[in-house]
């Protein structure tokens, strides 16, 4: 089992930045790869990002290039979502999941938490 813990989130303005962080418990973190996923309201959950269990294999949805960066720190359990340049739509609940595969389909993860919000005003 896998406990995750998201923070960071809250208010921003357009053009600004936020960092995500995303805690997890368990002594096996490493090997997990790590997912950040959003959903705005009315809209179907996706896929932002994800990393290997060893950092060095990384994936990035079109919308996220450029502006996220993914990353964790194995030794402190957590993994991290810098978003910079942020636009309004990128106004969501946003995610951090647990799989077995770096993939961007949400069903490839088993451990979810419970999620942050993330507004950014324009």
């Known amino acids: 089992q896998v406990q995750l813990v998201e923070s960071g989130g809250g208010l921003v303005q357009a053009g600004g930045s936020l960092r995500l962080s995303c805690a997890a418990s368990?002594?096996?973190?490493?090997?997990?790869?790590m997912g950040w996923f959003r959903q705005a309201p009315g809209k179907e959950r996706e896929f932002v990002a994800a990393?290997?269990?060893?950092?060095?294999?990384?994936s990035y949805a079109d919308s996220a290039k450029g502006r996220f960066t993914i990353s964790r720190d194995n030794a402190k359990n957590t993994v991290y979502l810098q978003m910079n340049s942020l636009k309004p739509e990128d106004t969501a609940v946003y995610y951090c999941?647990?799989?077995?595969?770096?993939?961007?389909?949400?069903?490839?993860?088993?451990?979810w938490g419970q999620g942050t919000q993330v507004t950014v005003s324009s």
């Open positions: 990393i290997t269990g060893s950092g060095s294999g990384k």
């Open positions: 999941a647990a799989g077995s595969a770096l993939s961007r389909w949400s069903r490839e993860y088993d451990y």
């Open positions: 368990g002594r096996t973190f490493s090997s997990y790869v």
